[in-house]
T-cell receptor, first 115, second 112 residues
């Protein structure tokens, strides 16, 4: 499978617990994005990496959220002290530098439910 | 606040008819525009992109762009039940070749 891979597909956690999600982009894509999508809404930008450098973080990303992309390959998104409002689909996408022609390729997403 | 506006729907269209989906955006300097299709419970899938004023056709899909009116549309000809999905309009931020903003999407329902 040469697409964007996300793990796990589903995560149910209790409020206050920490969770970590993983994204493996398409191998030749140097850009990696995290978006969050809640029911009835479009994807909202969270953060973005060019290779291993995190170039932008949305103000939606509170201090409880952290993302890494060591060595410019896979990325992890960690949420500490989860809250019910964190329940959403977390989408990872990757692209080439010329994304404006090809857009993003999304992974299948990780659906988080905080109970 | 840069915005991408879409009617949330649902838009119901008889099978075989033309479905017309519309999108307006606030960022006047945006240059690239995308349409994604998202089936329920699935992730978005890119179906069209356009960056020049006018029409762009790909099979049963036609994207239309009018930068002066800040308006993008997607036409689906010969609509099929399998076209039933949410269609997300996405717009590149001005002077950013690395970030796009999504609308909330329009739910399309094709009536058999």
């Amino acid at each position: 499978d040469t697409g964007v891979s996300q793990d796990p597909r589903h995560k149910i956690t209790k409020r206050g617990q920490n969770v970590t999600f993983r994204c493996d982009p398409i191998s030749e894509h140097n850009r990696l994005y995290w978006y969050r999508q809640t029911l009835g809404q479009g994807p909202e930008f969270l953060t973005y990496f060019q290779n291993e450098a995190q170039l932008e973080k949305s103000r939606l990303l509170s201090d409880r959220f952290s993302a890494e992309r060591p060595k410019g390959s896979f990325s992890t998104l960690e949420i500490q002290r989860t809250e019910q409002g964190d329940s959403a689909m977390y989408l990872c996408a990757s692209s080439l530098d010329v994304f404006t022609t090809y857009g993003y390729t999304f992974g299948s997403g990780t659906r988080l439910t905080v109970v | 606040q840069k915005e991408v506006e879409q009617n949330s729907g649902p838009l119901s269209v008889p099978e075989g008819a033309i479905a017309s989906l519309n999108c307006t955006y606030s960022d006047r300097g945006s240059q690239s525009f995308f349409w994604y299709r998202q089936y329920s419970g699935k992730s978005p899938e890119l179906i069209m992109f356009i960056y020049s004023n006018g029409d762009k056709e790909d099979g049963r899909f036609t994207a239309q762009l009018n930068k002066a009116s800040q308006y993008v549309s997607l036409l689906i000809r010969d609509s099929q039940p399998s076209d039933s999905a949410t269609y997300l309009c996405a717009v590149e931020e001005t002077n950013r070749d690395d970030k796009i903003i999504f609308g909330k999407g329009t739910r399309l329902h094709i009536l058999p």
